[in-house]
């Protein structure tokens, strides 16, 4: 998500959701490949058909993060609050479970992508790493 990070959060929020879209679409891409590798569609058209619906879900995904992210850290008038993330994940969990149509999905969803947003901020204020040798 190179450009992502670029310059104070609220700002250029077309830039940002188009950057979370392509990185939703490429996911919702990978997904499918798997998906359809494990549940051998029976014909190409279905299998296509799996993979578009696939790629679209996790782009919409992707574009509702990065607008309500952007949204609400403009409206709030707080741009580091990482309660701007869990509010982008909750939202973004919301969606997935309307398109679900299961208000459970939806409920977990938005608990499961709202925190690990949040935390995923957190940790870039904090300067956390995931990979390489630890700093002493």
Do not use: H
Request: hydrophobic share 45%.
């Amino acid at each position: 998500m190179a450009g992502y990070w670029d310059g104070p959060e609220g700002e250029e929020c077309p830039r940002r959701t188009w950057l979370t879209t392509r990185v939703g679409a490429a996911a919702g891409l990978v997904g499918s490949a798997y998906r359809i590798i494990l549940l051998r569609p029976s014909t190409a058209i279905a299998a296509l058909q799996m993979a578009a619906a696939d790629s679209a879900t996790m782009a919409t995904l992707g574009a509702v993060f990065g607008l309500t992210t952007c949204l609400s850290a403009q409206i709030r008038e707080k741009p580091e609050d990482p309660l701007n993330y869990f509010i982008g994940g909750c939202v973004t969990g919301v969606v997935l479970g309307a398109r679900a149509r299961s208000y459970m999905t939806g409920t977990i969803a938005c608990l499961g992508f709202g925190a690990a947003a949040a935390l995923m901020k957190i940790g870039r204020q904090e300067g956390w790493r995931l990979t390489g040798p630890p700093r002493l």
